[in-house]
């Protein structure tokens, strides 16, 4: 199965394990699945780090890192395409507003992947394919 990983889990599965339940860290680990990071959340994190918020393990050099990151994880960099950019135009009614939300949105369904993340408003919208179990 394909597995998208949110922000949030790509950072923790990177930097703090011991933040994602079991279930999930076997899912990552498991032969059986093909991790997928995208490059909306290597442009979320360099944003985020751009404008000063502070990211535990991200050094001077914020790409170069997190390459390495999905590197040891063993994942696979999820370009964005146009056709994902397109395909932004069926979250325009979601009251989610974050555009890296709505691009691994899109991303997932456009990849047939499962979407891993604790957020909640991500897996509360109907027919996103999610994962999460505490």
Same mark, same amino acid.
């Given at each position: 199965m394909k597995l998208l990983l949110d922000t949030h889990v790509f950072l923790w599965a990177a930097s703090q394990p011991a933040l994602l339940p079991p279930s999930i860290r076997e899912a990552l680990v498991s032969d059986e699945n093909r991790l997928l990071v995208s490059a909306a959340s290597i442009w979320e994190i /360099?944003?985020?780090? $751009? $404008? &000063? !918020?502070e990211i535990q393990w991200v050094d !001077? /050099? #914020? #790409?170069?890192? @997190? %390459?390495?990151?999905? %590197? *040891? @994880? &063993?994942?696979? !960099? @999820? %370009?964005? /395409?146009?056709?994902? $950019? $397109? &395909?932004?135009w069926r979250f325009r009614d979601w009251a989610n507003k974050d555009p890296f939300d *709505?691009? @691994?949105? /899109?991303q997932a369904l456009a990849e047939s992947a499962m979407l891993i993340t604790a957020d909640e408003q991500l897996r509360g919208y109907p027919g996103l394919p999610t994962l999460w179990r505490a």
């Open positions: /360099t944003v985020k780090v $751009a $404008a &000063g !918020r !001077r /050099t #914020p #790409p170069e890192v @997190l %390459d390495s990151f999905i %590197d *040891r @994880l &063993g994942a696979t !960099r @999820l %370009d964005i /395409t146009s056709t994902h $950019a $397109a &395909g932004i *709505r691009m @691994l949105a /899109t």
